[in-house]
T-cell receptor, first 113, second 118 residues
Framework: AQSVSQHNHHVILSEAASLELGCNYS??????LFWYVQYPGQHLQLLLK??????LVKGIKGFEAEFIKSKFSFNLRKPSVQWSDTAEYFC???????????FGKGNQVVVIP | EAGVAQSPRYKIIEKRQSVAFWCNPI?????LYWYQQILGQGPKLLIQ????????DSQLPKDRFSAERLKGVDSTLKIQPAKLEDSAVYLC????????????????FGPGTRLTVL
């Protein structure tokens, strides 16, 4: 079964700072990769996804993630954060052909105005 | 389009009581999922339905948890009897599933039901 690791559970940064959240997974086969975001008081929403093709994926709100197969990683980045990016971010993985999503523990990101 | 609906949004019960949660997925979505999200952790899949059949319930504590999706649309998740450690947010999600020979993996989540067991 696949598992997902997210480090630095709590991240605090100022507006305009750059953000990078790490995601590593353990599974030897082909995977689909996702980043979900949960804004305060709202439900989980898809930020971006990778199924195949260009390993650099662009999502909503200026976020991007890069799939590095050799490192089993799918790190999320945003060059300049805004206060509205305060949220919890979850990385998730499923094995190709299996819809079971394995989630990481999440990163609680707080952006200070 | 309407999203995934869940009710109730909040529930407080005492241990050993029973509780049920309801989920209505996005119209046309064949696959429905129930997740448990304990505070400080990511969601953990409890059960997955494809239409009205169970695809994966390997992580469902079957001695106390049950779920059904009788008509392949809405679903209920029940806990009987509840324990203190069942306090969590219960999330329902749906995806298009298998359509036109392809599997669509993107899952859409509902707002969740926050359960507190005292």
């Amino acid at each position: 079964a696949q598992s997902v690791s997210q480090h630095n559970h709590h991240v605090i940064l100022s507006e305009a700072a750059s953000l990078e959240l790490g995601c590593n997974y353990s599974y030897g086969g082909t995977v689909n990769l996702f980043w979900y975001v949960q804004y305060p008081g709202q439900h989980l929403q898809l930020l971006l996804k990778y199924f195949s093709g260009d390993p650099l994926v662009k999502g909503i709100k200026g976020f991007e993630a890069e799939f590095i197969k050799s490192k089993f990683s799918f790190n999320l980045r945003k060059p300049s954060v805004q206060w509205s990016d305060t949220a919890e971010y979850f990385c998730a993985v499923n094995a190709r052909g299996n819809n079971r999503l394995a989630f990481g523990k999440g990163n609680q990101v707080v952006v200070i105005p | 389009e309407a999203g995934v609906a869940q009710s109730p949004r909040y529930k407080i019960i005492e241990k050993r009581q029973s509780v049920a949660f309801w989920c209505n997925p996005i119209s046309g979505h064949a696959t429905l999922y129930w997740y448990q999200q304990i505070l400080g952790q990511g969601p953990k899949l409890l059960i997955q339905f494809q239409n009205n059949g169970v695809v994966d319930d390997s992580q469902l504590p079957k001695d106390r948890f049950s779920a059904e999706r009788l008509k392949g649309v809405d679903s209920t998740l029940k806990i009987q009897p509840a324990k203190l450690e069942d306090s969590a947010v219960y999330l329902c999600a749906s995806s298009l599933g298998l359509a036109g020979g392809r599997t669509y993996n993107e899952q859409f989540f509902g707002p969740g039901t926050r359960l507190t067991v005292l």
